[in-house]
């Protein structure tokens, strides 16, 4: 049976005798090169009881997707090694991660990169400088939607 966010920020589901299990918090992947962001998103994110992991280049993003397994990535486009839409496509195209929500957090505000962003993939697009609510918003929304893959 698929998992879903419960009683706030963990997956749940119904194990073969129905019993509700709990499990641990909603994973969030910070992949972003600004350690001050990083840091900020990190401190508000876990006040919200998300558990936090942050990779500050491409390369290093991608090799924690596979160790941390989030449930969402939040990923910035400019970024040294690889950029952010790199590891959308390898995120998207890829079985083992296809299923993971990717949020953009980038101040390439442009419709052409948005528009191209989402046609890759990535469920949200919020625009630097952000407003904090908004983007807790746009996570909870994004987590609240069945991933592409159909997975949650």
Known sequence: MPEK?????FYCFKN???ALVIMNKIKILL????????KMLTHVLTKQGYEVAAAFDGIEGLSKVKIFRPALVLLDVNMPR???L???????TSPETSHIHVV??????HIDDVEKALGMG???YV???????RLLSKIKDVLDTPSISGKK
């Open 5 to 9: 966010p419960c009683y706030g920020f």
């Open 16 to 18: 073969r005798n129905g």
């Open 31 to 38: 992949i972003e090169d600004e350690r001050d962001i990083c």
């Open 82 to 84: 690889i950029d952010g």
């Open 86 to 92: 790199q590891i959308l496509e390898q995120l998207k």
């Open 104 to 109: 953009m957090c980038t101040a390439r505000a």
């Open 122 to 124: 990535a469920e949200g």
């Open 127 to 133: 625009a630097k400088p952000f407003s904090i609510v």
